[in-house]
């Protein structure tokens, strides 16, 4: 028989514990993500921003990453919407391979686009040196467009995929039969339902483009941006107050761009369920022969770009040197053996900062959705603040701190970097999923004796695993491929594969930077397979 006694200590032990993960979490996250910025938010003085506000040099790096961020961001855009518009309506021969591309893109080391660019298209460029024979350069804006614009398109087309798929296909159908055609529907009953997720795409890749550091870097030549200047006047100058003022001249739109981004997801995800709750089931309207030829010829192109940049990463792991003496050789394979201690850094930190991560966005998700924590809104806002921070901002914040308290793991503050830097990815991806779960099934557990951290354990983790598994996933592969946070915090002691590339690729070392950037990708890939075959298993001997 329960007594009173018993009810009471239940609900007090129940307080407790969820009071000291509430506790533990608002500690961790203010100090991880909050405190940092306060640091670098109080280096520059006064001198320091009038520096950067009254230098055309400044002025021109500022014009030039406006300038990459609109026309990078609209290109992705495109690429992405018509892409996922072939997958969804196009009816084309191989959808299905089509669609994974942007897929496996997606989850390759996000350096391996850069790299490919210089073996493709550099001075000894495959195609622009081999196939055309042209003695050209396509280092600065062209090039960063170019590599940009393939690098974000994939998250142009999960968002736009989503929202094509979304759409209520009767209002399509009743335009046909009121006697619209072709482009006509597109334009009237399409493209005007598509729009809110193309803003929230638009936005999102914005402010991924404007905190880009790797790109830019390894292609951008003399074209300078406002994320690689933040970290060559720290390195180059030792000027950390300019550093600092540049750095909070990027998070200023970076910032407006988040918060409008985050208002017109939420509405898009409304419109968008509310667009698709009746008629999914009707026949999908067809397009012109003419149309679907032409979308068949955009996909191929687009996967045929994607398949060169693996393609020349293989070709230059094997080749004496690139675009000279293409000879067979096992040399730059045989020179991995001297970056053992870059690839077992890389994935360890990358393995533990997505760890860590994504425990940490499941209890904020957890706390903000599913529970009456207070200061509910400072959890959502945080967790989900680095999102809106560049990189290479939070990489000078974290030094910042560092050195003021006489920190110098740098091990652990690459772990941190990479667990905070990607939290709001996983956080809005768990988010959803518990949102997806009804609450009664957390009644129904707290009606039988379980806490509330036994519904998270027993109840919430088990149905959102999938969505868990991904966002770890996420985490890992972006953070195996980081520079941009981390190039601040390497020392001699942590050095990391992916500055490891990008210091080959400037010093001209094409093969073994190539050998490199092939081993971890498949080192990654092997990774994410070993994970989706663990959870596969787990389901079956739960069936």
């Not at 209520?168 to 009743?174: I, K, M, Y």
């Not at 335009?175 to 638009?202: C, E, M, N, V």
């Not at 040197?321 to 850094?345: A, D």
């Not at 099934?441 to 004796?449: F, P, T, Y």
Request: hydrophobic share 55%.
């Amino acid at each position: 028989m329960v007594t009173r006694s018993k009810i009471n200590k239940f609900f007090i032990e129940d307080s407790l514990s969820l009071s000291f993960t509430w506790l533990a979490v608002f500690i961790i996250i203010s100090i991880c993500i909050v405190l940092p910025l306060i640091f670098v938010l109080l280096t520059p003085g006064t001198e320091d921003f009038a520096r950067v506000l009254h230098s055309k040099i400044w002025h021109k790096a500022m014009l030039n990453t406006f300038l990459e961020c609109i026309c990078s961001t609209s290109l992705s855009v495109i690429i992405g919407y018509v892409y996922a518009y072939a997958i969804v309506y196009g009816k084309i021969p191989f959808s299905k391979f089509f669609s994974v591309i942007p897929l496996i893109h997606l989850i390759t080391p996000p350096f391996v686009g850069g790299l490919s660019f210089i073996l493709l298209l550099g001075r000894q460029g495959f195609i622009t040196k081999t196939l055309l024979g042209l003695d050209v350069s396509l280092y600065g804006f062209p090039g960063l467009l170019i590599a940009q614009s393939l690098c974000f398109f994939p998250l142009a087309y999960m968002i736009c995929f989503q929202v094509l798929k979304g759409i209520n296909h009767s209002l399509e159908q009743a335009a046909y039969a009121l006697g619209a055609r072709g482009s006509k529907i597109f334009f009237t009953i399409t493209l005007p339902l598509s729009l809110q997720g193309l803003l929230a795409s638009f936005l999102f890749i914005a402010v991924s483009v404007m905190s880009d550091f790797g790109n830019p870097m390894i292609v951008a030549g003399r074209f300078k941006v406002l994320a690689v200047e933040i970290y060559t006047q720290l390195t180059g100058w030792i000027n950390g107050g300019t550093s600092a003022a540049l750095g909070l001249c990027l998070v200023i739109p970076s910032g407006i761009i988040f918060f409008i981004q985050n208002k017109i997801t939420k509405k898009s995800m409304l419109r968008t369920a509310t667009i698709g709750s009746r008629g999914l089931n009707l026949p999908q309207r067809e397009n012109r022969l003419i149309t679907r030829i032409f979308l068949t010829i955009f996909c191929a192109f687009i996967s045929l770009c994607i398949l060169a940049q693996f393609l020349s990463i293989i070709a230059g792991s094997f080749q004496k040197l690139w675009g000279i003496n293409t000879s067979f050789t096992l040399k730059h394979v045989k020179n991995l053996f001297g970056c053992t201690k870059e690839l077992k850094n890389s994935l360890l930190f990358a393995l533990e900062g997505a760890f860590a991560g994504t425990i940490m966005a499941t209890i904020a998700s957890y706390l903000v959705y599913r529970t009456k924590s207070p200061f509910k809104r400072y959890i959502d806002i945080v967790s989900q603040l680095p999102a809106a921070i560049p990189g290479s901002l939070f990489g000078l914040a974290f030094s910042i701190m560092a050195a003021k308290f006489n920190f110098h793991n740098s091990a652990v503050l690459i772990v941190i970097a990479i667990a905070v830097g990607f939290m709001p990815f996983s956080y809005r991806m768990i988010a959803a999923s518990f949102a997806q779960i009804k609450t009664n099934l957390d009644d129904g557990a707290l009606s039988l004796g379980a806490n509330k951290l036994e519904i998270l354990r027993d109840i919430l983790l088990p149905l959102s695993k999938g969505s868990i598994f991904d966002s770890f996933i996420y985490d890992f592969v972006r953070g195996v491929g980081t520079m941009s946070a981390v190039i601040f915090l390497v020392s001699f002691n942590t050095p990391l594969t992916s500055i490891k590339i990008l210091n080959l690729a400037e010093e001209g070392f094409w093969g073994d930077a190539a050998a490199l950037a092939l081993l971890l990708t498949i080192i990654t890939f092997a990774v994410i397979g070993i994970g989706k075959a663990f959870i596969a298993l787990m389901e079956k001997k739960v069936k």
